[in-house]
Each structure stands twice: as C-alpha cells, then as structure tokens.
C-alpha cells in the first residue's frame, strides 16, 4: 500500500462544534494533519486540483450540504476523496452518493478506528493518484528525449520498434527474457505509452508475495472475512483499475494462484475473498517471465490455458549477448550514473576495464552490466582484485560493493528496512535474502543508529 505524502491533509466539515472538536483531535492524535471548517463554502474555498488529501464532510449542514459540496469538488478535480458522514435516516442518500463519485460514508455514530480507517485508504488512493500524475508529467517530458532503453544493434532497435507498436494495442503482453534485461523497464515504457499512462502502473513481484497471504495482496479482502481485522482490504488488481498491472516472475506464481488469476484476465472482474459479488476491473496486464515457461508448462508447474492466455502477444527481450556492440555505450551511461550518485569526478577507464567489457559474456545482462560500472566508478579497478587463478574474481567485488551498498543505506536510516528498500529500489524479499546472505546485523545497525 502506499503511504501518504507527508503534506497529506484531511479536510473535515462538520457544523456541529462539539462533534468537529472531537474529531480533529482524534484524526491528529492518530499524526494526520486536519482543516476543520463549519461550513462547506469555506472549505470549498481552499481547494485545489492540487490538494494533497481527502475531505470529510457531514451530509446535513446550514447552506450548501455535503451533497452539492461532492458535486463542486468533483468539478474541482474528480479524483478527490470524499467521505461522507450520515445520520441515520441519510444512509440512503449517501449510499446513492457513491454512484455519484463519493469515496465511502460513515454513519453516525462512528467509532474512531472506522474513520481512521477510512481516511487512510482515502489518503493512499489520493497519493496514489498524486504519484502517478508525477509520473504522466516525467513521461511526457521524456517523450522528448531519448528512449532510455539504450543501443543501435538490431536486437535493440527491432525491441523499440515492436514497444512503440504494441503500447497503443491495449492487449495483455508476455515479456520474456534472463534476467536482468531489463524486462521491467520495458514493461513501464509500455505503460508510459499508452492511453493509460495517467492511470495507476501496479507492480507485484510474484516471486516475494509474502507465503500465506499471497492471495489477500492481489485479490483483497471483504470486512470481517479475514481473521484478525474487521476492515476490508483492496487488493493490489484491483488498485491497479483503470491502468497497467505488472506481474513481474509470474513463472513463480503457486498454481493455486495461476487458477484465480486466470478467471481474472477472462472476465476482467476480481472477487476479495469474503466478498458476495465480483467486481469488475479494466486494466492491462503485463506479465515478465523467464525463456523456460514452456518447460515449466511442460513439467506441470505453471498452468497451460494462462500461459496460453497470456501468450497471445509475446515479446522478447534480448539478452546483452545479443547485442554486444550496446555493451560501450551502456556502460558509459551507467558510469555517469554511478558518478552522480557516488559522487565522484571523471573516471578513469584503463586496458583492464576495456578487454573487461570486450570479452565477458554479461550473464547477468544489463544489471550486471551497470553492477561492474558502479564498481569501476568506486575505484575498484580490476588489477586490484584477482582470483586464486590470477585472474579477477568479478562476482565477489560485485557483491562486496552490493553489500556496502546495502549496509550504507542501512546505516543512513538507522536499520529502517522501508527506508533502506525505497532508497534501493529493490523488493522487500530480495533486500532480506541480502542481508541474510552477507551477515548484516540488523539489530546491531538499529543499537548503532539510537547511540
């Protein structure tokens, strides 16, 4: 779920000052930042198509009520969250407001942890659409500029053409490839190209759903149908309506999954667990896979009729052995990236590096490829780093430097994994294998970061 920006505001209109009173100081006490207002008029006022929130408003108030004020901020910007609260007899109304755009109502009397509730899914929908407004702007300033998918070989150039082919189609795609190609990359440029680059791009990575509730993360969850909580929850599908959803590994999807899943793409409707009815979704899907899913399906690991539905617009992402002569000038990008992000001033690239980048045959492909150029703007220079055999022993400088990489960012946000995963970029499960497979101690960072 994503989590709200941290000018996030809630906007609450309440004529009654008692009730307004107690209702700022719960949503402040719970660390939101709230405008209270005792009239509509004035709330509309402050708004912006811009507004960083959600509103929350009583139906019944002197003046404009809360009806005709979700109508005027719909005509501000449709995409504002707005929760309205209801006596008893009003349930009928505000259920009709709904069909009319209203976010969700609450009736009176409500508990606090219901409207927190409420509120805070309002708010993650908000960034969400905040965050993806952000990107439509980056990606009409990029359509300006080159195609950040590098190279002049003919494997590179045909991967263009066929993107700037299929981003219109609205067709689901199969993106094959090893890993590290780039496949993500080019699931994004498909998004970012299509009607629905406004709309949410929604990444899951199949293989690090967390085991056991799997099945909540995509598809959600009605209330009170999961132990433990009372409140529903929207699955990582249906949040991505209206837009692209990735599903990155789906080779590594449990069958049981793939089945559910399946039902999905024929019907374009998903049912949370719980839930009495389905509910429709219009979205593309994108899936990434290895080049072996045939023999998966062939071994009965993955199911034949999705693979099947899947496949019906295959495209393959070449490896970087396919295209060699791309190798110089990837790694001349990565090493000004490397240098903005290290800091560090001219590099210096000896006879080492060349032959280096000439004679290896990339098995890591392109995140290998950008690996060795971070490590080369590091100063770790091939002749200082040999092997038992004499030769340089690339993997374990890449993975020293990957683990310095993770430690420092550890130790930056004082052990705080959601800090250190947002700064790396990487999935959660992938960042907890690392730091198990290097021997970071997490509580010790955490001790060291409090001292």
């Not at 006022?45 to 009520?65: E, H, N, W």
């Not at 960034?127 to 003919?154: C, D, F, K, Y």
């Not at 994004?188 to 949410?200: D, N, V, Y």
């Amino acid at each position: 779920m994503m989590l709200a920006p941290d000018n996030a505001t809630v906007m609450f209109v309440e004529d009654d000052e008692q009730l307004r009173l107690a209702t700022v100081q719960t949503l402040e006490l719970a660390g939101l930042r709230v405008l209270p207002f005792d009239r509509a008029a004035a709330a509309l006022a402050r708004l912006t198509p811009d507004f960083p929130g959600v509103v929350v408003s009583d139906i019944r108030m002197p003046g404009m009520d809360g009806l005709e004020l979700l109508a005027r901020i719909r005509a501000v910007d449709g995409d504002i969250p707005v929760l309205l609260v209801t006596g008893h007899g009003d349930v009928p109304m505000a259920v009709a407001a709904l069909h009319d755009g209203a976010f969700d109502f609450i009736p009176k009397p409500f508990a606090a942890e219901r409207l927190l509730a409420a509120v805070r899914r309002a708010l993650d929908r908000r960034a969400l659409v905040i965050e993806n407004r952000r990107l439509r702007a980056a990606a009409a300033t990029a359509a300006q500029e080159e195609s950040p998918l590098i190279g002049e070989s003919p494997a590179m150039v045909r991967l263009r053409a066929m993107i700037g082919q299929l981003a219109e189609t609205d067709v689901d795609i199969l993106l094959e490839g090893e890993t590290g190609t780039g496949k993500e990359l080019v699931a994004r440029m498909l998004h970012r190209s299509s009607r629905r680059r406004g709309k949410p791009f929604v990444a899951v990575n199949c293989a690090a759903l967390p085991e056991g509730i799997a099945e909540i993360e995509l598809f959600g969850h009605a209330a009170d149908s999961v132990p433990h909580t009372r409140l529903s929850r929207t699955g990582r599908i249906a949040s991505s309506s209206g837009g692209t959803l990735l599903l990155d590994e789906i080779d590594s999807m449990p069958l049981a999954m793939q089945a559910r899943l399946l039902r999905v793409l024929e019907e374009r409707e998903v049912q949370p667990i719980g839930a009495e009815r389905p509910e429709p979704v219009d979205l593309r899907v994108i899936a990434t896979a290895k080049e072996d899913v045939a023999g998966a399906v062939a071994a009965g690991r993955f199911r034949a009729d999705l693979y099947y539905r899947l496949a019906t617009m295959r495209l393959r992402v070449p490896s970087l052995r396919e295209c060699t002569g791309d190798v110089f000038l990837l790694f001349a990008a990565f090493i000004e990236e490397a240098k903005q992000q290290l800091g560090v001033g001219d590099v210096a690239l000896d006879a080492a590096v060349h032959a280096h980048l000439a004679g290896h045959g990339w098995p890591g492909n392109v995140r290998e490829l950008r690996n060795f150029a971070f490590e080369v703007a590091a100063g770790r220079s091939l002749a200082g780093a040999e092997g038992p055999d004499g030769r340089a022993d690339l993997p374990a400088r890449v993975a020293k430097f990957e683990e310095n990489l993770i430690r420092d960012a550890l130790l930056r946000h004082g052990g705080r994994v959601s800090l250190a995963l947002a700064e790396l970029g990487v999935p959660r499960k992938t960042l907890y294998d690392k730091i198990a497979r290097f021997g970071i101690d997490l509580a010790e960072i955490k001790r060291s970061g409090r001292a």
